[in-house]
């Protein structure tokens, strides 16, 4: 069956991956067009085992290798397949990288190959040769003990938040680099890893610096630490997620709610910004709960709804096959799949209006001895004859209204960012590092985010920033010329907003015909909720995120990571790149749109399903220590350490090294080791030996065994205390350069993520610390033909905001 559409139609993919951040990464491929082989080598892989299978590797094909080594020799199938592919995806780990198999020699008989590696923690540096599960990961990076549980436990992440970074990662330095060839010709090696997967996914809340407020001290309740932006449960026992974060939204819930004392108590009178004691924290919390304890869920709903105020259920993920905003945006399908007969899933997560992405085939059955590309002509051979891409006019000499002079593939493309708080911005910033020249719009007064200043400097750094009134009559000017050099327009404004501030996309596209367009939603642009407010917590409870972190017949969490938010922005910045690779082979722009809801569905697409015997799969285990037995965390004599066995031999060894069970023997139940090993979580095997493992492993130190575990091949990691240790002042980080150092008035000593994806013939560059509102306003207007006269006049009518030196 040939690829039928989609912006990567055709673009050859040889997955060599055999996690589940590569398996994300190349369905997404798959997903909008790419011929994807996924190579299974005979001894299988773990992945497969699992429920995320169907989804995961869904519109691939499969070629078993035949041997061990992913049939990498070079007179072998795999090798045949490289060298006509356009990208190859592989995840070895630098100690293990297989033979006669490399970058550098395929490049010599194929130099348009992208090459992307995803290994555990980098190519190099201390922890490069560790194992990299997701588990062991998380551990090592700080993920676990971002959110601890009610005992100051670590907890395990229901959502594999490292695997989700790495894939989208992953995706933008692929796409990246495939529009980088379609300018010079030329393919180039791509690199990126779980740990920096782990970094990206959790971006703005690793800011750090001197002035800088974090959440780190908001409290560990697990259902939400401010009383304006947490979980609540009614009458009926059914929870909501109020999401009132900025005043704007906590006013309109003092009136729906008729709760004027939040209005004229002088204790609450910074809220919801600041609560000044954990004693006042808690007293608004209490009269919340029983408030909304007084009725059911429904009746809340309706009330704040009808009062514009944000505000979800907490629902398990398969109920939004019902939802109306899932049908009425189309986010999700049906496909006959040979194992289960009918497979309801979620559509891709980003919505193109001329290639579409879709799920065109279930994921193989089986794996083909032989298999041949689809497309007879290579993807970045496409172009018409004696073109050029059609933003590639733009990457060599800059005129003085085109983009400033950058590095990295996206150089000499210019990206109008009209967005703002989280799942906007971050975006537009990952594009800037791409090599973007990306100009940030924004009101005079700065826009929302700067009330919450660790999240905006997470969301905006190697952006030029420009303030304008975009109310203003004497901002449209301004708008059209900046409109009309631009490649790229993103905005995330609520649905309705964008027409009447005249930067719709029909509008946007009079001016420049071939723009790429991106719209970011709550709840998608179409159906009943299109135009209700949205924060992130909402769609994580919305999702299942939260229920599915708490496990069964608890009540649902609040997850500290934004990550419907950081998700969104990411997918946004990948959604542009799929643009800009139809356009690079068309010439034509097209509105392309996200939103938080169909995020949450593809963050959690292996629980969206829904077929004949399904259910909901278990993610956790009682006490948010991991899966079962042999995956979970055990806090040893002076901390904690995580263990992660996939095999059966795996957890063989880590039941001999801890002494528990002798290998081959067997114990009272009657069972081996290795069978009790790999006992079904929950069962009584499995909580018998956790049992032991744990009296076992707190006997002795993390270090201990951590060599001992070494020793005898269980893969194994220490739980990082907080960020600090996981990432600020983690070695590993600091080999890769994965931090940069920035500088902004009012705070010292600026640290956070820097760059995370590396190229090897188009380094990207982290270009510039976040502006401070209006910075780079001059020198905008300037490049886009505005005299100094001019510019005094768009000032004095308060159409533009200018940053001088010297101003706080």
């Known amino acids: 069956m040939p690829p039928d559409g989609g912006p990567l139609e055709g673009l050859r993919v040889l997955d060599l991956t055999d996690d589940h951040a590569g398996a994300l990464t190349t369905m997404f491929l798959a997903d909008y067009g790419a011929d994807v082989v996924k190579v299974v080598p005979s001894a299988g892989l773990p992945l497969e085992r699992g429920p ?59 130099e348009g190959i992208v090459w992307c590696s995803i290994t555990p923690y980098g190519p190099s540096g201390p922890l490069s040769s560790h194992p990299g599960y997701e588990g062991l990961v998380a551990a090592a990076s700080g993920i676990m003990t971002e959110q601890r549980g009610p005992n100051g436990a670590p907890v395990y992440n229901a959502l594999p938040i490292a695997g989700i970074g790495t894939a989208l990662l992953a995706i933008h330095g ?35 610096g001197e002035g800088v407020q974090t959440w780190d001290s908001a409290g560990n309740d697990p259902q939400g630490a401010l009383p304006n932006y947490r979980l609540y449960r009614c009458a009926d026992d059914k929870w909501l997620h109020l999401g009132t974060l900025i005043p704007v939204f906590w006013n309109k819930l003092i009136i729906a709610l008729d709760l004027y004392q939040f209005a004229t108590d002088p204790r609450f009178e910074t809220a919801p910004l600041y609560w000044p004691t954990e004693e006042i924290r808690a007293e608004a919390k209490r009269i919340l709960a029983d408030k909304f304890a007084s009725a059911t869920r429904d009746h809340w709903l309706k009330v704040l709804r009808e009062g514009d105020v944000p505000v979800s259920p907490a629902t398990p993920t398969h109920e939004l096959f019902e939802h109306p905003q899932v049908a009425a945006n189309g986010m999700s399908t049906a496909i006959e799949d040979p194992r289960v007969g009918r497979l309801e899933q979620g559509m891709p997560p ?85 090599g973007a020249d990306v100009i940030k719009v924004e009101p005079r007064g700065g826009e929302g985010c700067r009330m919450i200043m660790m999240l905006f400097l997470g969301g905006n750094p190697s952006k030029r920033g420009l303030a304008l009134d975009l109310k203003s009559p004497a901002s449209k000017e301004v708008l059209r010329r900046l409109i009309k050099r631009s490649d790229v327009v993103v905005h995330n404004n609520r649905v309705g907003v964008a027409e009447r501030l005249g930067i719709d996309y029909e509008s946007v596209r009079r001016i420049r015909p071939d723009v790429i367009y991106l719209q970011s939603t ?75 809801l169909a995020t949450g569905l593809w963050l959690r697409c292996d629980a969206f399903v829904r077929y004949g015997g399904s259910a909901p799969p278990r993610v956790t285990n009682e006490d948010n220590s991991g899966t079962g037995a042999v ?69 002795r ?20 205390e907080n960020n600090d240790e996981g990432v600020h002042r983690n070695p590993q980080a600091r080999h890769l350069r994965a931090l940069a150092q920035d500088r902004y008035p009012g705070f010292k000593n600026l640290v956070q993520p820097g760059i995370l994806v590396r190229f090897s013939d188009t380094p990207a560059v982290r270009r510039s610390a976040p502006p401070v509102c209006g910075e780079h306003t001059v020198e905008v207007l300037t490049e886009l033909g505005y005299s100094g006269e001019e510019i005094s006049k768009l000032e004095a009518s308060g159409a533009i905001g200018i940053h001088r030196a010297g101003q706080s």
Not at 175 to 193: I, M
Not at 642 to 647: D, E, G, H, I, W
Not at 663 to 687: C, H, K, L, N, Q
Not at 701 to 720: I, M, N, Q, T, Y
Request: charged letters at 20%; proline letters at 8%; one cysteine or more.
């Open 350 to 434: 980003v919505a193109l209006s001329l290639t579409p992405g879709a799920v065109r085939r279930p994921a193989p059955a089986k794996a083909a001895a032989n298999i041949s590309w689809e497309s007879p002509i290579r993807f970045h051979a496409r172009l018409p004859s004696g073109t050029k891409p059609a933003s590639s006019a733009k990457a060599g000499k800059i005129s003085a209204a085109g983009p400033r002079p950058g590095r990295g593939p996206l150089a000499g493309i210019r990206v109008l960012d009209l967005s703002s708080y989280l799942a906007g911005p971050i975006g537009p910033a990952y594009l800037a590092d791409l």
């Open 701 to 720: 130190s993390v270090a201990e065994w951590l060599d001992a575990f070494g020793k005898s091949g269980v893969p194994s990691e220490r739980v990082a």
């Open 174 to 208: 692929i796409l990246a680099a495939s529009h980088r060839r379609a300018v010079a010709g030329r393919g180039q090696r791509v690199d990126t890893s779980m740990y920096q997967g782990a970094l990206a996914a959790r971006s703005p809340m690793l800011v750090r």
């Open 52 to 110: 995320g299978y169907l989804i995961w590797n869904r519109n691939k094909r499969a070629l078993a290798s035949g041997g061990t080594d992913g049939g990498s020799s070079q007179d072998g199938a795999v090798f045949r397949l490289a060298r006509e592919a356009d990208v190859l995806v592989e995840s070895f780990r630098p100690d293990s990288h297989p033979p006669c198999f490399d970058y550098e020699g395929l490049r010599k008989v194929n």
């Open 522 to 596: 709550a709840y998608g642009s179409k159906g009943p909720d299109a135009a209700l407010p949205g924060f992130d917590p909402l769609f994580q409870s919305l999702s299942g995120i939260g229920m599915a972190q708490a496990g069964p017949g608890r009540p649902p969490v609040f997850p500290k990571t934004p990550s419907c938010d950081i998700a969104t922005a990411m997918l946004g910045a990948a959604a542009v790149l799929l643009g800009l690779a139809h356009r690079d082979r068309t010439g034509e722009g097209q509105l392309i749109e996200t939103s938080l």
């Open 631 to 699: 995956y979970r965390w055990y806090r040893a004599a002076d901390g904690y350490l995580f263990v992660a066995c996939r095999t059966e031999a795996q957890a063989a060894a880590l039941c001999k090294a801890a002494g528990v069970l002798p290998a081959e023997t067997t114990d009272e139940t009657g069972g081996t080791a290795r069978e009790m090993a790999i006992a079904t979580p929950g069962s009584d095997g499995d909580v018998k030996l956790t049992a032991k493992l744990a009296a076992a492993i707190a006997r």
